[in-house]
């Protein structure tokens, strides 16, 4: 799956972003179904993920393995109209998880017992990209699905450069402290703009350093290290427990 949605994207010389945008959903999601996490996709995304890169739906559902069954299959899809399309889709979803899980258990349902969520004071945002200004102050309330039992103050990330660690909107938890050492996360703040990153001492400058290694067209990293040094006006927020 990895290969075959990642690999019709670059072929079509296309970023996260713009299959994305395409589809209506984050380049986030994008990367996870690139990386075969496909089991919630909805059957809108798959049709409009299959127009995006040219692909069949059941190409995406990791059902074909014969490309001329594939070319004949995706013929005749795309002759069907819509509820006939949804039709077929249902059946290969129940086929797939027929598959992968076996019949007794394909489509069975187990109820869950919601979980009791916690409300936490969110103090502002850290950001996984180009900065955010916070004032010190609670800014709302946010609930969370867990909490660490000891912790001085919650942020919500803003940005993707930290993932897959930390996701864009996820809170995170911050112990206030100045002994944050190499290769730690921290919560700081240069001149002002608040962000999370793993940190490194280098002689009298440190090292930002984000944990997306996604590239660019050219082969850049989108996120490449930047520093802050003595002219910068450097404060450490805390270490990032959670």
């Known amino acids: ?14 970023t996260l972003e713009e299959v994305g945008n395409l589809v209506g959903v984050g380049k986030s999601t994008v990367r996870k179904w690139e990386n075969g996490m496909i089991e919630n996709m ?8 299959s127009k995006a890169l040219n692909i069949s739906p059941l190409e ?15 013929t005749i899809y795309n002759q069907l109209d819509q509820k006939r399309q949804a039709k077929v889709y249902n059946f290969a979803d129940r086929q797939l998880r027929e598959q992968k899980y076996g019949v007794a258990d394909a489509g ?3 109820p869950l017992k919601p979980r009791k969520k916690i409300p936490v004071d969110i103090y502002g945002r850290l950001s996984a990209g180009g900065g955010a200004y916070n004032d010190k102050s609670v ?11 000891k912790y001085d103050m919650a942020f919500v990330v803003s940005g993707d450069s930290m993932y897959p660690t930390f996701e864009d909107g996820e809170v995170v938890f911050v112990n206030e402290t100045q002994d944050v050492f190499n290769g730690q996360i921290a919560a700081i703040e240069i001149n002002n703009e ?6 490194y001492l280098e002689d009298k ?4 350093v984000s944990l997306n290694v996604d590239t660019d067209k050219n082969g850049k990293r989108l996120y490449p290290d930047f520093y802050a040094d003595e002219c910068d006006n450097l404060f450490v927020i805390g270490r990032v427990i959670m």
Do not use: C, Q, Y
Request: zero cysteines.
């Open 108 to 110: 069975k349902i187990v």
């Open 1 to 14: 799956m990895e290969s075959i949605l990642k690999t019709k994207r670059l072929e079509k010389n296309m």
């Open 139 to 149: 800014i709302e309330t946010a609930e969370v699905d867990s909490a660490p039992p």
């Open 60 to 74: 995406i559902l990791g059902m074909d393995e014969n490309p001329t069954l594939e070319s004949d299959i995706s």
């Open 194 to 199: 608040a962000f999370i990153k793993k940190i």
């Open 205 to 208: 400058r440190m090292r930002m």
């Open 42 to 49: 909805g059957r809108d995304k798959i049709v409009a993920l």
